[in-house]
């Protein structure tokens, strides 16, 4: 649902007439108050660009040795190998085997399928940055690899449309990450109904890309061609019931399931001000510090395995941020909370992203030294702005009732 105020290019121009920096330095928090299920209806507007790109900037400024962490990990290869090879011996061993343990094929299609299915789902993710090897052939070819046990052609879809995430975080239309509107209405804030969400998410995760329409990328096309081939061979070698085992570890490992909270943690607004969170628990040690988002996506270039790294070097920026300690804990948040729904994002227009991050800029040593004294009052009159465009819109909802 398109935010009502500042909606036009002349509205985003008018909110920023007086600024010449981005004010939201150097953290880029921003001043908008997250959305309340119940009481707003919506998604929270902000009037400004995704914060990343700009910090990244400002990180920099102090520590330019972060640069030295870009690159790629091949052992991320062998881990692929490892984890196709241990899904299609399950696959095998259910299918050709243990034909008749049927809860028990269940038991480690979650516990055990599920882990690596939402593996594959974090390979994909450092493919689709280039972060496997040295090429950007040989990290789609990475990625084909890693698709094998999933069954369905996922890779190259979720390389194309990952990268507009980043490109696009928060833009309403454009992130393919965002909840389609049908979602919110229907979720809503039903307890029930978020559990069984959180069930299919995976399922909601693919129909979001299959909503914009787009037609088929070459290298989508490939990945379906691929996937044929490698599902007829799966069929051959394990049987209708080892391809069973296998979809349903996708089912269950993409829904709810501790590997696949990272969806819930990463961009769901869990305080004012803050719209992309890190978890720093011990699921970072088997699921390739997916965890560490913050930091990715400040620093998209750098692997998995230097992640923590940034946070070391750069702690100043990152300490005070909010984090996650637990992924089972965020799942029991969402569910159960009266404060987080699907409309718990922050979204913006493609206007005021692209004006703010054109215009805004991210200010030098010397300047926030000048800046700093002014700062507080213009958070002041921001956060006042964003509290009375936030009662007019829950006073129209009223009339609206």
Known sequence: MPPREYNTIDEVEAVHKDEQFDMRFPSYLGFWKRSVPGLDEAPRFDMYDEPHLKRKKQILKDHPEIEELYGYDTNTVWITLVTV??????????????????????????????????????????????????????????????????LIPLAQSFRRYHLEHHTYQGVYGYDPDLPLEWEIRLIANDPIKKFFWLIIYGVMYIG????????????????????????????????????????????????????AAHFIQEHYTFRDGQETYSYYGSGNYFWLNI??????????????????EIKRIASEYYDHLAY???????????????????????????DAHRYARKNLRVPDHEE??????????????????????IEKARARKIANA
Not at 108 to 134: P, R
Not at 219 to 233: G, K, M, P
């Open 324 to 350: 996650h300690t637990s992924w089972c804990a965020v799942l029991y948040m969402f569910v159960t909370s009266s404060l987080l729904a699907p409309q718990s994002r922050v979204v913006r227009t493609l």
């Open 208 to 259: 979001r890309g299959l909503a914009q329409q787009k037609q088929l990328s070459r290298w989508e096309l490939y990945n379906w061609a691929w996937t044929l081939v490698c599902d007829l061979a799966i069929y051959q070698f394990c049987g209708a019931r080892g391809m069973l085992y296998l979809a349903t570890s996708v089912l269950l490992g993409f829904g709810l399931h501790p590997g």
């Open 85 to 150: 090879c241990t899904q299609l011996g399950l696959a095998y061993l259910f299918g050709r085997v243990l034909t008749d343990w049927h809860w028990t094929m269940v038991l480690v299609a979650y516990t055990i399928g599920g882990s690596l299915s939402t593996q594959i789902g974090i390979i994909f993710h450092e493919f689709t940055h280039n972060l496997c090897a040295a090429t950007s052939l040989q990290n789609r070819w990475v990625g084909n690899l890693g698709n094998i046990p999933l």
């Open 291 to 308: 965890g560490f988002h913050n930091e990715h996506h400040d620093f998209p270039l750098v692997p998995w395995t230097k992640l923590p």
């Open 368 to 389: 926030i030294k000048v800046l700093t004294s002014s700062k507080a009052e213009f958070a002041k009159r921001m956060k006042k702005a964003v509290e009375l465009s």
